[in-house]
């Protein structure tokens, strides 16, 4: 997997979420590469090597296989792994799989729906799939940045496309394509019984202003997993690092000081 690193010390690996790429992380690794060896990877089907794998099938099971894979090739293992959004998922997934290759877990506004005790079958509203259907189908008629405004703001903010970064447009503009095989491979649920598997400590945080349905999955997690701490990152959504990355980062570093 393409990555950027910066620093020494402890590995601290970060996982990006939808639309994302490894520089997604730049924050993080600007101001916790002086004291971690901080590191940054874009998954496959992600830029700068999505033409690389254009034959292997867009997986969120297998992008969680590739982190173990990573670690191991990179030598400095194991981990704290740092996982927002989609990414979130990928890595708890990835944690259940390899718990021999993660120090600690951390889960920001973690992606992927959640099935309660005694509720049968988890579905997404309709809303949710008619508005995703709508992205992708503006994607594909060449409408990137119509679709790609429509998409973000729903995770985030009403008019967060609009105020984001050129930076950040240009990184989501670059992974368009991988919001339609995305939706073909919905996200796996937690559950009690999944978090009963994690066995390192894991930090979840979620934005102050996060839409509901990522502090829902918080509250659950924080629940059900049997060593978890959680923080909030006030006055910021879903892109909480981006928005206010020094109180993202003084979190992160606190937990892996004292957790690590």
């Known amino acids: 997997m393409p990555f950027v690193a910066r ?14 790429d490894y520089r997604y992380w730049q924050p993080q690794l600007a101001g ?49 792994v740092i996982g927002h959004s989609r990414g979130g998922s990928v890595s708890f997934e990835f944690a259940r799989r390899h718990p021999e290759r993660v120090r600690t877990l951390t889960l920001a506004d973690p992606g992927g729906p959640v099935q309660l005790p005694g509720q049968a079958h988890v579905q997404l509203p309709e809303t949710v799939n008619t508005l995703r259907a ?15 405004e429509l998409f973000v703001d729903s995770v985030s903010q009403p008019g967060f496309w609009a105020r984001s970064t050129r930076a950040f447009r240009k990184m989501a503009t670059d992974n368009a394509h991988t919001l339609g095989p995305q939706f073909r491979d919905p996200l796996p649920v937690y559950t009690r019984e999944k978090a009963a598997e994690i066995a390192c ?4 945080i979620d934005g102050e202003l996060s839409p509901l349905v990522f502090h829902r999955t918080v509250e659950a ?36 000081r004292e957790r690590g």
């Open 221 to 256: 997690l924080d629940e059900w997993l049997g060593d978890a701490r959680r923080a909030t990152v006030m006055g910021a959504s879903h892109g909480m690092n981006l928005a206010l990355p020094a109180a993202f980062n003084a979190i992160v570093d606190r937990f892996v």
């Open 7 to 20: 620093g020494e010390g402890p590995l601290l690996l970060f996982v990006h979420g939808s639309l994302c």
């Open 32 to 80: 916790l590469s002086k004291q971690y060896r901080c590191v940054s990877v874009s998954l496959s089907h992600y830029w700068p090597a999505a033409d690389a794998v254009h034959d292997r099938p867009f997986s969120w099971s297998r992008h969680a296989d590739e982190i173990a894979e990573f670690i191991d090739a990179f030598g400095a293992g194991p981990a704290h």
């Open 201 to 204: 400590p894991v930090l979840l």
């Open 134 to 148: 709508r992205a992708v189908q503006l994607i594909d008629s060449g409408e990137v940045d119509a679709g790609l």
